[in-house]
């Protein structure tokens, strides 16, 4: 069993729409999670960390974190082309960063 | 600053061939990482070192080592070649707070894409 899953995608939205990318881990006791951006060719780009349940929000990013579900995610209102990459989910797990495989965003205009 | 760098930035290897990929950060972390991510697949820790002189083994570390003389550098080596090395490594670091407490807050270097043929 993979210990951070996610959709793989692509998901594709229309420009404008909220993107929702979902991940499940494996860990009962992760504490730290991060959402990183991938561009195509480009290296990780952290974008958001969350640590307590609910929802954090940054400018038109939002995760959201349910512990007890095991699952982490990650809204992005306002889609633009420019969002269009890889998000790699990440969880701390036995003090290792370990991701997830990561779900493509494709935007559409 | 400028972050963490790595060269090079492509690389070709014949099978057995061996070679060092530089990695050196500037923002003074003492944690840094090696990852290597294979095409459509998420990153795999390699190894990683929470200050100079220490080094531990990550998920992935058959066929690599690495050392760490000093906080800036981390090189990582690839001793004997195999096709099976063939993916791109990134180099990360990270920052401890105050007393000791690890962030877990990762920045990459722009990685370098490897070729064993």
């Known amino acids: ?109 | 600053n400028a972050g963490v760098t790595q060269t090079p930035k492509f690389r070709i290897l014949k099978i057995g061939q061996s070679m060092t990929l530089q990695c050196t950060q500037d923002m003074n972390h003492n944690y840094m990482y090696w990852y290597r991510q294979d095409p459509g697949m998420g990153l795999k820790l390699i190894y990683y070192s929470v200050g100079a002189g220490i080094t531990d083994k990550g998920e992935v570390p058959n066929g690599y080592n690495v050392s760490r003389s000093t906080t800036e550098d981390f090189p990582l080596r690839l001793e004997l070649a195999a096709p099976s090395q063939t993916s791109v490594y990134f180099c990360a670091s990270s920052f401890d707070l105050a007393g000791g407490l690890l962030t877990y807050e990762q920045y990459f270097g722009p990685g370098t894409r490897l070729t064993v043929t």
């Open chain 1, 1 to 109: 069993q993979k210990e951070v899953e996610q959709n793989s995608g692509p998901l594709s939205v229309p420009e404008g729409a909220i993107a929702s990318l979902n991940c499940t881990y494996s860990d009962r006791g992760s504490q730290s999670f991060f959402w990183y951006r991938q561009y195509s060719g480009k290296s990780p780009e952290l974008i958001m960390s969350i640590y307590s349940n609910g929802d954090k929000e940054d400018g038109r990013f939002t995760a959201q974190l349910n512990k007890a579900s095991q699952y982490v995610s990650l809204l992005i209102r306002d889609s633009q082309p420019s969002d269009s990459a890889t998000y790699l989910c990440a969880v701390v797990a036995g003090n290792m960063l370990t991701f997830g495989g990561g779900t493509r965003l494709m935007v559409k205009p």
